[in-house]
């Protein structure tokens, strides 16, 4: 955009990297382009000098809070470089993460007295974030700002997922996660399910579902496991078998997707969640556009698909880098 290489520099805890990666990916989707250490710094290089070198072609710099507040590179940065930004007369943003605690962090004199961005649980409709970040970063207000539902789900909505897991209560397990789901997805329960809405899903959301359900089920539920046995059917069948559609069918029988009664208490592996009979209609393709979701939310975590098959975390998941 104009003279500069880079449209904003994203100062960050490296501990709440997955998450500033997910938004930095979003704003790559809206022709934003973000400075980002772990894809612009070389290795083997000291990063002072480079970032200062670096600096003068970057127009904006975002500053994320999340629940781990300012940390220790980040607190060089902000003292070592977005002086330099706001001398130059350059947006500086502070961008509260969905994590960040509600009391507002300690922060330089010159950063509080800034608009803040809020991707925080907050009141029920609100402007969307991402909007207002790109109109910080451009200083190009929306046409129409968007007024949203929020859709990040409360922690005893996940807390009640929790309970009922715990109880090994399957089936109302797998209705309170239809639910969420359908907050999440901004969809309603009794329309069909579209490939944009799965990958719309987000990482901290899709990751906490998934490490409840693997861990009350002792592995036998969750969408990793049913990855697994897709990739197993996919593994043994000719390309002709799965030219017609051979592979699908049989992976609703593995799983128990196809429309018999199965008692929760005896389905097979990878029944729930029953993602496939919650909808009216599927779009092609959506199971794996979900599983390579999966497999986007598990990388940017920097966790591999058996680890996270094999793990059982405490309540609330580590969703940090």
């Known amino acids: ?83 330099e930004f706001d001398q130059r007369k350059c947006p500086v943003i502070p961008v509260l993460l969905p994590q960040a605690p509600q009391k507002e962090p300690e922060l330089p004199l010159f950063l509080k007295s800034m608009t803040w961005v809020d991707f925080r649980e907050g009141s029920s409709v609100y402007t969307d974030p991402l909007e207002k970040l790109v109109w910080g970063i451009t200083g190009i207000k929306p046409v129409s700002q968007s007024i949203i539902q929020h859709k990040a789900i409360k922690r005893h909505n ?57 861990k009350y089920s002792n592995n036998r539920f969750g969408f990793s496991k049913q990855h697994q046995i897709w990739d197993n059917l996919l593994s043994t069948q000719t390309k002709q078998q799965q030219q017609e559609d051979y592979a699908w069918k049989t992976f609703l029988n593995e799983v128990g997707w196809n429309g018999k009664f199965i008692s929760e208490q005896n389905a097979p592996e990878g029944h729930f969640p029953a993602i496939g009979t919650w909808f009216t209609a599927y779009q092609p393709g959506w199971l794996e556009t979900l599983f390579s979701r999966l497999d986007t939310c ?12 094999n793990s059982h975390l405490d309540y609330p998941p580590n969703l940090t880098g």
């Open 158 to 214: 996940y807390s009640n997922l929790e309970e009922l897991l715990n109880a090994r209560n399957w089936g109302e397990a797998d209705n309170v996660t239809f639910t969420i789901i359908c907050t999440i997805l901004d969809v309603e329960k009794k329309q069909p399910l579209y490939i944009k809405d799965i990958k719309n899903f987000l990482c901290t959301d899709l990751l906490t579902i998934e490490k409840l359900w693997l």
């Open 298 to 309: 598990i990388q940017s975590q920097t966790i591999k698909p058996l680890e996270l098959l």
């Open 1 to 83: 955009m104009g003279e500069f290489e880079f449209d904003v520099f994203l100062c960050h805890n490296s501990q709440d990297k997955p998450t500033v990666i997910e938004i930095a990916n979003q704003l790559k989707a809206k022709t934003i382009k973000p400075w980002l250490d772990d894809w612009e710094l070389q290795p083997g290089l000291p990063w002072q000098p480079e970032l200062q070198r670096q600096i003068q072609n970057i127009k904006s710099a975002a500053v994320f809070i999340g629940q781990n507040g300012i940390g220790p590179w980040q607190q060089r940065e902000i003292e070592s470089f977005l002086q």
